[in-house]
Nanobody
Framework: QVQLVETGGGLVQAGGSLRLSCAAS????????MGWFRQAPGKEREFVAA????????YYADSVKGRFTISRDNAKNMVFLQMNSLKPEDGAVYYC????????????????WGQGTQVTVSS
């Protein structure tokens, strides 16, 4: 397993931007597909974005496509989520996730979760 720690959450006005970071422990980071999920109060956790092990392929939920960008730096064991044009409905706890296969992440199969970071978007 890999340990994940998210940072970068906060309060932002609608239309603004935030960049979430996730630091992973271990020497096998490049063997994991990475993703971001989010959970708003009273709602189920949902897939946001995923990136393949080498960063060559990315996938997004329809609700964030064109506004969010996932990326990774395998040399630094980091994954990022750049969030632009934020909407109040984007407010949630955002979780970093890792699993062997990106196809699994896209359907919620997750081997390791971070502790989450709160994103609040004011209207």
């Amino acid at each position: 397993q890999v340990q994940l720690v998210e940072t970068g959450g906060g309060l932002v006005q609608a239309g603004g931007s935030l960049r979430l970071s996730c630091a992973a422990s271990g020497r096998t980071f490049s063997s994991y597909a990475m993703g971001w999920f989010r959970q708003a109060p009273g709602k189920e956790r949902e897939f946001v974005a995923a990136v393949s092990r080498n960063g060559g392929s990315t996938y997004y939920a329809d609700s964030v496509k064109g506004r969010f960008t996932i990326s990774r730096d395998n040399a630094k064991n980091m994954v990022f989520l750049q969030m632009n044009s934020l909407k109040p409905e984007d407010g949630a706890v955002y979780y970093c996730a890792a699993d062997t296969f990106v196809s699994g992440l896209r359907v919620g199969v997750v081997g390791s979760w971070g502790q989450g970071t709160q994103v609040t978007v004011s209207s």
